[in-house]
Nanobody, 124 residues
């Protein structure tokens, strides 16, 4: 069982930056694919970024160039750096994990473990 705990959300202004963290308890992230998703009110959960067990990374077009995913294997923590934030980035951000596979990392249905979410609110 993998327990994920997110932190780092908050209320910021447009153009600001945040760094979200997702720590694993009880297990190392070795051999896991890790993803970040977000869900805004009234909208479906959408893919943001992922880092696979091979360390290759994927980023949604909507945030490419502004958001960066990274992994610290020593701390068993995956990060999402959010730069140049926009009001449309407002959402609950979730991290997710699954044992590494060859399938696409952008589908939320493919993940087995989820954190509780952290709120990011960007004011204009």
């Amino acid at each position: 069982q993998v327990q994920l705990v997110e932190s780092g959300g908050g209320l910021v202004q447009a153009g600001d930056s945040l760094r979200l963290s997702c720590a694993a308890s009880g297990r190392s992230f070795t051999n896991y694919d890790l993803g970040w998703f977000r869900q805004a009110p009234g909208k479906e959960r959408e893919f943001v970024a992922a880092i696979r067990h091979t360390y290759s990374t994927y980023t949604a077009d909507s945030v490419k160039g502004r958001f960066t995913i990274s992994l610290d294997n020593v701390k068993n923590t995956v990060y999402l750096q959010l730069n140049s934030l926009k009001p449309e980035d407002t959402a609950v951000y979730y991290c997710a994990a699954r044992l590494g596979t060859a399938t696409s990392p952008s589908s939320s249905a493919a993940y087995d473990y989820w954190g509780q979410g952290t709120q990011v609110t960007v004011s204009s």
